[in-house]
């Protein structure tokens, strides 16, 4: 009579076994699916980041190169482009307008296009560092060259002012035309030494300048020649 319930305890404990065993079998499996699933969103984030990577190692390399547009569409040509490659993506936009600028001459251009590096890239900085001096020795240059023009232009105006000056001097001199008699001489053209004057002649009131004649004067000879 003993025999039945020690056979319904060995058959209740077996049941038991087999469903804790049937559980475990159950988390063991449910814990590889979500180990499995968060290694394939590593690995993907790994092959994208290795990607991206590999879009600004090269992109650098052909900045070193000095091939900025093969840079910039390398980078764009990248999916999914991190923030680092989007910075050098910018800079070298912003690089390559202030070169054309400055190939164009338009200094002042290329050098408010030149903008704060955004980037990390070592080789885009020596770059931007390269260009910021081009420009600043050539407007250094333009503004010398402007200077010393201007300088020269007004020296040489000077120069030919005070020529013609003497030569008017020189010329009433010789003729007695003196300003304190009323005399009047206005140049009218000049060819090599040769000068053409105008000589007109005041009354006593200064209300009339008559006109005395017309003289062709050599300022080299002193040869004068009265034309009318």
Not at 18 to 24: F, G, N, Q, R, V
Not at 144 to 159: E, I, L, P, R, Y
Request: with cysteine.
């Amino acid at each position: 009579m003993q025999t039945k319930p020690l056979f319904n305890k060995v058959l209740t404990g077996s049941a038991a076994l087999a469903i804790a065993l049937t559980l475990a079998g159950c988390g063991h499996h449910d814990t590889t699916t979500t180990e499995s699933s968060s290694s394939s969103v590593r690995s993907a984030k790994t092959a994208s980041t290795s990607k991206q990577s590999s879009a600004y190692r090269s992109a650098n390399k052909l900045i070193q190169n000095e091939d900025y547009q093969g840079a910039y569409d390398r980078l764009n040509s990248a999916n999914n482009r991190s923030t680092q490659e989007d910075n050098l993506a910018t800079d070298l936009q912003n690089y390559m307008s202030a070169r054309n600028a400055y190939r164009s001459g338009n200094y002042t251009t290329a050098a408010a296009t030149l903008k704060e590096q955004k980037s990390a890239s070592p080789e885009m900085r020596k770059a931007n560092k390269k260009l910021q001096k081009q420009i600043a020795k050539a407007q250094d240059s333009s503004s010398s060259s402007s200077v010393a023009g201007n300088k020269t232009s007004s020296t040489s105006q000077s120069s030919t002012d005070q020529t013609n000056d003497d030569v008017v001097v020189a010329f009433a001199n010789k003729m007695g035309f003196s300003g304190d008699k009323g005399y009047q001489i206005v140049q009218t053209d000049k060819s090599g030494n040769t000068y053409k004057f105008e000589v007109r002649r005041s009354n006593s009131d200064n209300t009339v300048a008559n006109l005395v004649g017309i003289y062709q004067y050599n300022n080299q000879t002193g040869a004068v020649t009265k034309l009318s």
